[in-house]
């Protein structure tokens, strides 16, 4: 008896002869996990939104992205985007430009007026938020979707927290910050400005609330011993920065010196750039061992920021500051050489960290502290039922997008909470790896970078230093996304089968295999060109 042929141009014959009885092995489609969504701390899907703005649908993405995060305009501009870091594409040529494509939606949807989603039908639950910043407006944002009831304490005058009192103008337009904010108020979140909480317990009880999200900002600048004279001028960075904000600006003299090597550090010296000052950063390690990210270095020094590094203050008169030159020894650490300088200064202003005030929480039972901390389980609820806490307050690292991470996770966990059950997150599937792209199927194009404002108008005013994309760009920049993992329907799968066992669902709907005529050749594996496709044992 002849055996069927494998390969047919005849899809009756190979349908006839049913050539999947020869198969020991089968092919399954599979969704991994995109590399830039599992590096995201908001946890945004954000192949799922470059999916829509790649088509061109700018406001389904936007509506996409914010499910997840709903301030695409700020994080555009703030958001370190680590996702990029992650990028299965720099592998090929460069990174997505993930962050570039969110500023443009997030512009797009402030510019078209653009309306977040209705909440939920209302629970009759009122959640307390204490704090106005990134972490906290987050929070209120995911709990109000959801159908609560939010009310917002914020200690200061605006909304915005450490975005607006730590992030000079230059970066954030307070404009863009405003109206992102207010989107938020405008779904029903009621939000009491100059209410600082003093007692947690107390204002709950006062309000009657089912439970609260504490996210309150590191405001309290970290001092230091630096023996000074009775004149001298030692401020803090946070408090600069916060003053800009207000009518009147801090009066921090022509000579500068800044004191640490943060991200704070670095805003602090091109602040004062911008307001005619020479600001040296005296730095007590290298470049390399720098905190501050390095982007932000390289723009400091563009601007005319000098740096000394391998430096140490050791004391402040009213016109100077000695300083002692440090080395390095063998395990990377600074040590004193004894040789001394004198700089003119000023100002000192010391960016040496930030600290959280926690007078609210005094006398909570069962609320633990640690280093300045408030210790949080999985689900991020403090010691005591009902009180939740993140960003600044737990340990973490401190950056917007982790903060908006967090206010997210809490909403979900506080949620839970109200209806008397345990938010268990969904499983990870395995992330997609670059290994198995077949990357012959891209073409080559270039990153777009976005435009900076011109060295000399940078360090005399406070306008934004870096422009966005425009809509032929930000098209460009979202089309360049390989869908790592996950099918975009590109048809090879369909079109490389021998044996016509690939169907097609409709747009939109995918793919499935009729596994009677699929013999089990692999060629859709080796053909797909996001790793979307696995071969596995006959009998799994």
């Known amino acids: 008896m002849n055996k069927p042929f494998a390969i047919t141009l005849d899809p009756g014959s190979s349908l006839a002869n049913r050539t999947g009885t020869w198969r020991t092995e089968r092919p399954v489609y599979v969704n991994r996990l995109p590399p830039c969504n599992n590096q995201c701390p908001a946890g945004e899907d954000i192949q799922g939104w470059l999916f829509h703005a790649e088509s061109g649908n700018y406001e389904k993405a936007w509506q996409h992205l914010t499910k997840d995060n709903p301030f695409p305009a700020i994080m555009g501009r703030v958001c370190y985007h680590t996702c990029e870091g992650a990028c299965n594409r720099a592998n090929l040529d460069s990174a997505v430009g993930i962050n570039s494509v969110e500023r443009f939606l997030g512009d797009e949807a402030i510019k078209r007026k653009w309306k977040l989603v209705q909440p939920a039908a209302e629970s009759g639950k009122h959640v307390l938020i204490v704090g106005g910043g990134p972490s906290g407006m987050s929070a209120a944002y995911h709990l109000r979707r959801l159908g609560h009831r939010v009310t917002v304490y914020e200690a200061g005058p605006m909304l915005g927290g450490m975005m607006r009192f730590g992030i000079p103008k230059y970066r954030l337009p307070r404009e863009v910050l405003d109206a992102e904010m207010q989107r938020v108020v405008e779904m029903g979140v009621e939000v009491k400005l100059n209410a600082k909480v003093d007692n947690i317990q107390e204002t709950m009880k006062a309000g009657n609330f089912d439970a609260a999200f504490l996210a309150v900002g590191a405001h309290i600048g970290k001092r230091t011993n630096i023996p000074a004279g009775a004149v001298s001028k030692i401020v803090d960075a946070v408090s600069v920065l916060r003053s800009m904000e207000g009518e009147e600006k801090p009066m921090l003299g022509r000579r500068v ?265 692999g060629l859709c594996v080796s053909e797909c060109p996001c790793g979307a496709i696995n071969m596995v044992p006959e009998n799994n």
């Open 257 to 521: 010196v800044v004191y640490g090597g943060g991200n704070t550090a670095i805003d602090v010296a091109r602040t004062a750039k911008r307001m005619g000052a020479e600001p040296i950063i005296v730095y007590r390690r290298t470049r390399d061992k720098m905190p501050a990210h390095d982007f932000e270095v390289e723009e400091a020094m563009q601007e005319g920021v000098m740096i000394k590094w391998l430096s140490t203050i050791k004391k402040a008169g009213d016109a100077s500051i000695t300083v002692e030159k440090m080395e390095l020894d063998a395990n990377g650490f600074p040590q004193p050489t004894g040789e001394i300088e004198t700089l003119e200064a000023d100002s000192v202003v010391l960016a040496l960290g930030q600290d959280v005030d926690l007078g609210l929480l005094e006398g909570v039972p069962g609320l633990e502290v640690t280093d300045g901390v408030v210790k949080v389980d999985a689900n991020m609820m403090t010691g005591h039922a009902g009180i939740f806490a993140g960003g600044d307050m737990v340990p973490t690292e401190r950056n917007i997008t982790v903060g908006v991470g967090h206010g997210k996770k809490a909403a979900k966990n506080i949620d839970a909470w109200l209806r008397g059950i345990t938010y268990v997150a969904p499983p990870k599937p395995p992330v997609a790896t670059f290994e198995r792209l077949n990357t012959w199927y891209y073409s080559d194009a270039p990153k777009t970078v976005r435009p900076m404002l011109d060295i000399i108008r940078r360090q005399s005013t406070f306008e934004e230093v870096q422009g966005g994309l425009d809509e032929t760009n930000a098209l460009f920049e979202a089309r360049r996304c390989l869908s790592c993992g996950n099918c975009f329907e590109c048809d090879n799968c369909y079109g490389v089968c021998p044996d016509n066992a690939v169907i097609k669902l409709g747009p939109g709907k995918g793919f499935q295999f009729n596994y009677d005529y699929c013999k089990g050749c």
